[in-house]
């Protein structure tokens, strides 16, 4: 009965290889993001969708695109992978974009580029 | 100067010990304002919203400067189950850009 569900959990990969990030959310919210957590544990915004359309992308590089298929589902697809890449990426999701509910998290998935 | 900025810490207490964090905002129309806590290698999560007029949770207040764009929580009788790190969140809307922004976060150790 997982709130927001992300796979997979660790994620090691080379330079240069191109990998997805899955999160699925079973609240019924209609807004759903990405953050980025770096090494000093900065946590930031990436992407913000609501019902599905883009709203906020933080000058996140072209390499990285995210695609909800529908309400509950928002993934990460990154290209070309960078050693500055590594960190550990949450997926989170909130009632409506405007109103500042409370943000749910996924448990994260933490990727290393070697 | 950065949106939100916290206390860097870390802060080393002994249980029973009451513990203060404090946050500045740059925003002066940001909206609402949050404490997320985030234990180690987990997720965050909402320990309570931060309101004009101080609000308390049990052991935790938090409160709000408007005009000094300042928060703060405090936490009294610290538990060993309080060491995490608190994250000062605020929320702010631009045109349709509505996101939260985060601190880096105050390290709290409680020790027995």
């Known amino acids: 009965d997982t709130a927001v569900s992300q796979t997979p959990k660790y994620l090691v990969t080379q330079m240069g290889n191109d990998k997805s990030i899955k999160c699925e959310q079973n609240?019924?919210?209609?807004?759903m993001y990405w953050y980025k957590q770096d090494s000093k544990k900065f946590l930031k915004i990436m992407f913000s969708?609501?019902?599905?359309?883009?709203?906020i992308n933080e000058t996140v590089p072209n390499r990285f695109s995210p695609k909800s298929p529908d309400k509950a589902h928002l993934n990460l697809h990154i290209n070309s992978l960078e050693l500055g890449d590594s960190a550990v990426y949450f997926c989170?999701?909130?009632?409506?974009?405007?109103?500042?509910?409370?943000?749910?998290f996924g448990p994260g998935t933490r990727l290393t580029v070697l | 100067r950065k949106e939100v900025e916290q206390d860097p810490g870390p802060f080393n207490v002994p249980e029973g010990a009451t513990v203060a964090f404090n946050c500045t905002y740059s925003?002066?129309?940001?909206?609402?304002f949050f404490w997320y806590r985030q234990d180690c290698r987990k997720e965050p999560k909402l320990l309570m919203s931060?309101?004009?007029s101080g609000n308390e949770d049990g052991r935790f207040t938090a409160q709000l400067n408007r005009a000094s764009q300042y928060i703060s929580l405090l936490i009294r009788d610290s538990k060993l189950s309080d060491s995490a790190t608190y994250l000062c969140?605020?929320?702010?809307?631009?045109?349709?850009?509505?996101?939260?922004?985060f601190g880096k976060g105050t390290l709290l150790t409680v020790n027995p």
């Open positions: 989170a999701s909130s009632q409506e974009l405007a109103s500042a509910d409370t943000q749910y």
């Open positions: 925003n002066s129309a940001s909206q609402s």
């Open positions: 931060v309101y004009s």
């Open positions: 609240l019924g919210h209609d807004t």
């Open positions: 969140v605020v929320f702010n809307s631009g045109g349709s850009n509505y996101k939260l922004t």
């Open positions: 969708y609501n019902n599905k359309e883009l709203i």
